[in-house]
Each structure stands twice: as structure tokens, then as C-alpha cells.
């Protein structure tokens, strides 16, 4: 069974940036695909990226690309997400998320492991 924590959150300005972080102890982290997905106050929880088991291969949502970067080192079992030109829209709490299959994953029950969440608050 693996555990996802995510770390990095917080309450900045619009135009900064801020890099979440999501520590695994998921067996065999790097055969995992991972994902981030966020969730605003009243609205269902929505892909942001996806990044494949050798971080050879990422998928961004439109409204992110360009701006936000996942990357991952699996020596460390960790998984970032690089979020620079924030802007209020952006504001949710943030999930990283792993898959058992190790590809690129954008659907939310193609993830098997779940973190807990961070709260990113971006103001105007």
C-alpha cells in the first residue's frame, strides 16, 4: 500500500511562483506514473499533469502549460510540480497522485494512490 505527501503550498501573489513536492513510500516508485490534480471550492477535481515512470514523457492541461513543470526524481521517490506566473484561477487544493500503470495518466480512476492535499491560495 503506498502513502503520497504533498508539501509546498501556501498563500502568494499573483505572477510568483511556488514548487509543491510529494514524497512516496509506494513500493517500486518508479514504475509508477504520476500525476497533479487540483480541486477549487465548489467545482469537481480537475487534471493538471502527468508525467511518466522515467520522467522521459509529461501531458499538461492547457490552461497550465507553459507555466507549471512536473518533473520527478525517483532516486529520492519524489515528485515535484514547478508552478511559476501563478494566477488566481489557479487557487485549489493540489493532489499529486500515483498510477500502477506507468504511462501517462489524465483521468482521475486511472490513479490507484492518493495524497491528502495542499492548499494553494493565489491572490489578485
Known amino acids: 500500500q503506498g502513502q503520497l505527501v504533498e508539501s509546498g503550498g501556501g498563500l502568494v501573489q499573483a505572477g510568483d511562483s511556488l514548487r509543491l513536492s510529494c514524497a512516496a513510500s509506494?513500493?517500486?516508485?518508479?514504475?509508477?506514473?504520476l500525476g497533479w490534480f487540483r480541486q477549487a471550492p465548489g467545482k469537481e477535481r480537475e487534471f493538471v499533469a502527468a508525467?511518466?515512470?522515467?520522467?522521459?514523457?509529461?501531458y499538461y492541461t492547457n490552461s497550465v502549460k507553459g507555466r507549471f513543470t512536473i518533473s520527478r526524481d525517483n532516486a529520492k521517490n519524489t515528485v515535484y510540480l514547478q508552478m511559476n506566473s501563478l494566477k488566481p484561477e489557479d487557487t485549489a487544493v493540489y493532489y499529486c497522485?500515483?498510477?500502477?500503470?506507468?504511462?501517462?495518466?489524465?483521468?482521475?480512476?486511472?490513479?490507484?494512490?492518493w495524497g491528502q492535499g495542499t492548499q494553494v491560495t493565489v491572490s489578485s
Open positions: 497522485a500515483a498510477a500502477k500503470n506507468s504511462g501517462i495518466n489524465y483521468k482521475t480512476d486511472s490513479y490507484d494512490y
Open positions: 509506494t513500493r517500486d516508485f518508479n514504475r509508477f506514473g
Open positions: 508525467i511518466n515512470w522515467s520522467g522521459g514523457s509529461t
